[in-house]
T-cell receptor, first 115, second 114 residues
Framework: EAGVAQSPRYKIIEKRQSVAFWCNPISGHATLYWYQQILGQGPKLLIQ????????DSQLPKDRFSAERLKGVDSTLKIQPAKLEDSAVYLCASSLDRWGHYGYTFGSGTRLTVV | KQEVTQIPAALSVPEGENLVLNCSFTDSAIYNLQWFRQDPGKGLTSLLLIQSSQREQTSGRLNASLDKSSGRSTLYIAASQPGDSATYLC?????????????FGGGTRLMVKP
């Protein structure tokens, strides 16, 4: 089966600019996650979607981050305006069910550098 | 709030050694635990998934154990090879009554020297 697709792989922007990341999960996976991984740390959940609805966005900095999954398939994560501390790898993951009973599949990530 | 700790943070071993990576978690109300491998600049590759009712899982040279009551999991790598060099992450999925979040440890960076 095809994996979780993410684009772009790399992005360099100046602070206060905006940026968007795209994710296409594994076909049939109802649950989609966006994680932020700062260098040297484990990934931290930003937002979880179940189909096209938000399940958990408690750790999403909503003043600058937004995400959508309009048709319940692919998703976009946006940062506007970006700050230096947003430099990280943004990982998208999907799971077959909401509870992750069958585990999670991660994409290759988008490495964001804010200068 | 679930906290996941991985010890050691970094490990360097000569090729051929058997090694153990440790993962501990503070809330034993978990749904499952998953071990991942991450190569530099890459995403996460799933290695082993252990459901809360299971004690261990094996895949090739890898064996992961789970002791839910003590909040611990170990990843055993037999006969390590240079290709095993990567960062290993454990992630715990909370139960439905415990937030249901997937929480990661900080990872163990493994270097296997030829």
């Amino acid at each position: 089966e095809a994996g979780v697709a993410q684009s772009p792989r790399y992005k360099i922007i100046e602070k206060r600019q905006s940026v968007a990341f795209w994710c296409n999960p594994i076909s049939g996976h109802a649950t989609l996650y966006w994680y932020q991984q700062i260098l040297g740390q484990g990934p931290k959940l930003l937002i979880q979607f179940q189909n096209n609805g938000v399940v958990d966005d408690s750790q999403l900095p909503k003043d600058r981050f937004s995400a959508e999954r309009l048709k319940g398939v692919d998703s976009t994560l946006k940062i506007q305006p970006a700050k230096l501390e947003d430099s990280a790898v943004y990982l998208c993951a999907s799971s077959l069910d909401r509870w992750g009973h069958y585990g999670y599949t991660f994409g290759s990530g988008t490495r964001l550098t804010v200068v | 709030k679930q906290e996941v700790t991985q010890i050691p943070a970094a490990l360097s071993v000569p090729e051929g050694e058997n090694l153990v990576l440790n993962c501990s978690f503070t809330d034993s109300a978990i749904y499952n635990l998953q071990w991942f491998r991450q190569d530099p600049g890459k995403g996460l590759t799933s290695l082993l998934l252990i459901q809360s009712s299971q004690r261990e899982q094996t895949s090739g040279r890898l064996n992961a154990s789970l002791d839910k009551s003590s909040g611990r999991s170990t990843l055993y790598i037999a006969a390590s090879q240079p290709g095993d060099s990567a960062t290993y992450l454990c992630a715990v999925r909370g139960s439905r009554n415990a937030g249901n979040m997937l929480t990661f440890g900080g990872g163990t960076r493994l270097m296997v020297k030829p």
